[in-house]
């Protein structure tokens, strides 16, 4: 059994501001143990039910938070930026379940730090008229692969999107949101006890009735920038259209092609 996981840190037990998420900060090297330790926590139950090739994407920031000396030594990490599948890299068939650690809600919903991609820089991204995130635009990603998102970790609001969006997927609730800089977290060695658990029966005894989520032919992509002057910066990519002040339009081939434009687009209007 081959198993991808995509982790992320916004959604880990315990990370509720930007003092948690970011290099600079002193309370970083913390989170990224804790980070660390709950994808571990993952691993574990992986291999319980029969995984031999794990695969970890460290889709946070920079990409380089998790503690490759303190991972579990029978996964592969991808580490770095700069990757042209972004959270997805390293996705490929021939996977058989896809785990997403310590993700967050969506923008402009009430999850603890909820942001699509670059809180910065998005406000809005559209998926042929549906809002998406980044777990439901990286679960699309999986299912061009034919790989089904098999489980997914992080607050409750996140676990209610997941639902709306596949009601099969498999959800642990490691903190309740309160608020965006706040949350009622549950204890680390009691998360780790659950996503264990949960990764092991999700394997072992549901994952035959998960299926991938897919859409297939052309995608339509709409991004909402944070203001008009991003979205005029990402023009230069031919086939981007200008619909609004702040948002852009780009009719793509595939889901995949969706994706990568979608990464381009938010470095233009980054620097914008």
Do not use: W
């Not at 709950?38 to 920031?61: L, T, Y």
């Not at 549950?186 to 999700?202: D, G």
């Amino acid at each position: 059994m081959n198993i991808y996981i995509s982790a992320d840190i916004e959604g880990i037990s315990g990370v509720v501001n930007g003092s948690h998420t970011t290099q600079s900060s002193f309370e970083y090297n913390r989170t990224r143990k804790l980070m660390t330790d709950e994808v571990n926590a993952a691993i574990k139950g992986a291999k319980r039910a029969g995984a031999k090739k794990i695969i970890i994407n460290d889709s946070h920031g920079q990409m380089t938070n998790i503690l490759i000396e303190a991972l579990d030594e029978d996964a592969m990490l991808i580490s770095g930026n700069h990757k042209i599948l972004s959270m997805m890299e390293g996705i490929e068939e021939g996977f058989d379940a896809v785990f997403f650690i310590g993700y967050h809600a969506r923008q402009n919903t009430s999850g603890v730090l909820s942001h699509s991609y670059s809180g910065a820089t998005i406000n809005e991204i559209v998926i042929n008229g549906n809002v998406v995130g980044e777990f439901e635009l990286n679960s699309l990603v999986a299912g061009y692969y034919d790989v089904p998102v098999a489980l997914v970790s992080g607050d409750n609001v996140l676990a209610n999107q997941v639902k709306m969006f596949n009601e099969d997927i498999e959800t642990v609730i490691v903190k309740e949101a309160h608020s965006r800089y706040t949350a009622k977290c549950i204890q680390p060695q009691k998360v780790h006890k659950m996503l264990e658990k949960r990764a092991y029966e999700t394997l072992d005894s549901k994952l035959q009735t998960i299926k991938p989520c897919k859409l297939n032919g052309e995608i339509e992509l709409e991004i909402a920038f944070k203001n008009s002057g991003m979205a005029e910066a990402t023009l230069y990519i031919p086939g981007t259209e200008l619909i609004a002040p702040n948002r852009v339009r780009y009719k793509a081939k595939d889901i995949l092609e969706a994706y990568k434009v979608r990464i381009a687009l938010t470095n233009l209007a980054s620097k914008a």
